[in-house]
């Protein structure tokens, strides 16, 4: 869902021409939405005290916020840690 191949024929481009695309491409809010549920399910099962994803994909600094804010709004104030908020915990 959120390899660079499967992002580039998403977006209509080669793999090559990610990086060219803006932040506010569209691509870039689902790739977020689907980290960010990966993330929520990883709150809910294991509680970790932090998440770190790297790749690639995760080289474009501008969808870190995308993942925590979505990650917030999924888990709705179900798990009440503040950490959630924190920039670091979601992190590269």
């Known amino acids: 869902l ?44 294991v509680s970790p005290e932090k998440i770190i994803l790297s790749g690639g994909v995760m080289q474009r600094a501008s969808l870190f916020p995308k993942i925590r804010a979505k990650l917030v709004a999924m888990l709705n104030g179900y798990i009440p840690a503040r950490r959630l908020l924190d920039d670091d915990y979601v992190a590269p």
Do not use: F, I, K
């Not at 992002?7 to 870039?28: I, S």
């Open 2 to 45: 959120v390899a660079s191949r499967a992002l580039a024929r998403r977006a209509g481009v080669d793999p090559g021409q990610l990086g060219d695309l803006p932040d506010e491409h569209p691509v870039w809010d689902a790739t977020a939405h689907y980290l960010a549920a990966m993330c929520a399910n990883l709150v809910l099962v």
